[in-house]
């Protein structure tokens, strides 16, 4: 039985609380992840932007130096998509995650995919990726000079999905592009320390709860995980939405005030607390979702506005001048205009201090 009905106030100021959005933290860029579970890093500049905006003084060359130093790796992750993760996190929960990856392999390729050698490509991959350290297209070539008469990128992926692989630094620095080289994480980490599926649950709740069944495998990708997560769910507290749905948290966390201040913040493109629940509604008013979600799986830029999504944004670069471009949803007052204006100047400086100009653009959608 539900104990508590919370408000949709209530989510949203509880999820900015847990995602380090109500307030800046001091906190280690690490330690930030690990609490974030990964930040999703399909081009390499959202991570950083995602830190920045949650954390205070936080450097660029931080985490550039993190993934230099193997602390954090860029790796297929949760959704089958990449993600910045910590290494102890990475060898933590890869094979717990490893279902999200093969199931992304039969959704990409179909009968492609089914009937591979699964084993046979891993021996010829595993080697070759741990001595060459290869680009993708490279992976793809290899193994069609040993099965001429497969689909290169079928093989490929399939190594994706069943061998656990991160990339190779500068692959997911600020502004390093997206060529990427891979090699095996083993090689890379060291061995292993697998957990399991209800301790990436709990994670999940406390980065993202209250939340339900569907919600967690809306982030991860993965289906048909009640049954599994059936022993688990006695030990949480259970609150119930305004529309009637169970939700489960940690009993030791607290559901934040619904008057709690929400400060203006940027959230980068693909930023997990747009996507990390089946129902957005607690951060993204549904009728704005396709101004956000656009065609081919791109999720821009946005603005938050007392704690909802309320505008996009994108940074325009000319030569050394940086110009941002918010878009509101709809008119807002002066005292919130010149939040962005502040706000946004300080993400300029962030994305380049020594810019010849800084510009804050703002206009409204149609």
Known sequence: MAETRLTLRQLNRTLLARQMLLERREAHPVAATEHLIALQSQIPNPPYIGLWTRLRLFERGQLTELLASREIVRAPWVRSTLHLVSAADHQRFQSVIQPALVRGLRSFFGARGADLNIERLLSIAKPFLESNQPSIGALRKHLQEHEPELNKEAMAYAVRSHLPLVQIPPSGSWGAGTRATYTTADSWLGPANPSDLPSLFRRYLAAYGPADIM??????????????LAPTLADLVVYQSE??????????????????????????????????????????????????FLSAGRVIGTVLIDGFV????????????????????????????????EE????????DEEASSHTVVIDTYD
């Open 344 to 351: 946004g100047n300080r993400l300029l400086q962030f994305f």
């Open 243 to 292: 529309s009637g749905r169970d939700m489960y948290d940690l009993p030791e966390l607290t559901i934040a005030a619904p008057d709690s201040i929400a400060p203006l913040r940027f959230i980068p493109e693909y930023d997990n607390i747009l996507i990390a629940h089946r129902d957005r509604s607690r951060i993204l008013p549904d009728e704005h979702r396709k101004k956000v």
């Open 215 to 228: 919600d967690f495998q809306t982030w991860t990708g993965m289906t048909h995980l009640k049954s599994q």
């Open 310 to 341: 309320g505008a996009t944004w994108n940074v325009k670069k000319d030569k050394r001048s940086l110009t941002l471009n918010v878009k509101l949803f709809e008119a807002q007052p002066k005292d919130c205009l010149r939040a962005i204006e």
